[in-house]
């Protein structure tokens, strides 16, 4: 068990029941648990728009003399409501303790013909990664439509990496390598464009 303060503004309710904000709960689990969960909470509660960067850091301002405030404070930092799997969330801490440059998430490309939205973009690399759950391969239309659409990308001049939650979680040194070797190859490709998010 943890205690520590629960200001008013730290409480709400569901079905009539007291219970501690989004922002409160996200910044509770980020002190006390290890970066890669809170990063995973936190995109969550973001992508659900659930809370918000700016309440989060009310409340780490709030709690800055707190033990674990200090992790808290980088997992805010480095959560990104685009994340939306704890897959995506994982990988994206294990790109950055390989010492990958961070990637754009959820890009859309092809600008006069859209070809897909990918999970990860590096644009100076012309490389494209994409994280898969077993069920993408357990239906066979899906897979078919996924290596129609890797084709299609690496037409445009992208080079295009999977990996699973299996090579993520216990060989992340492999997918950091793959991902390497892809941008070695991609940053020679000729330039398609990316389509640019609607304002």
């Not at 309710?13 to 909470?41: I, K, Q």
């Not at 990104?80 to 799997?85: F, P």
């Not at 070809?115 to 993408?136: H, N, P, S």
């Amino acid at each position: 068990m943890h205690s520590a303060e629960l200001p008013a503004e730290h409480i709400g309710a569901r079905m009539a029941v007291p219970v501690t904000t989004v922002g409160r709960t996200v910044v509770d689990l980020a002190r006390m648990s290890p970066f890669r969960e809170g990063v995973v909470v936190a995109d969550s509660a973001l992508n659900q728009k659930l809370t918000s960067k700016k309440e989060l850091g009310g409340v780490l301002t709030d709690c800055r003399r707190w033990r674990g405030v200090r992790k808290a404070a980088e997992v805010v930092e480095f959560a990104d409501g685009l994340s939306e799997s704890p897959l995506e969330s994982i990988a994206r801490v294990v790109f950055r303790d390989c010492g990958l440059p961070p990637p754009e998430l959820q890009v859309e490309i092809g600008a006069d013909e859209f070809i897909g939205r990918v999970d990860f973009l590096w644009k100076q690399y012309r490389t494209i990664a994409e994280v898969d759950g077993a069920m993408k391969y357990d239906d066979r239309s899906r897979a078919m439509h996924q290596l129609r659409r890797d084709a299609r990308l690496r037409d445009a001049g992208f080079e295009v990496v999977h990996f699973t939650w299996r090579e993520i979680t216990e060989t992340p040194d492999q997918v950091a390598a793959s991902i390497r070797a892809a941008f070695w190859r991609g940053a020679g490709r000729s330039a398609t464009p990316v389509r640019q998010p609607d304002p």
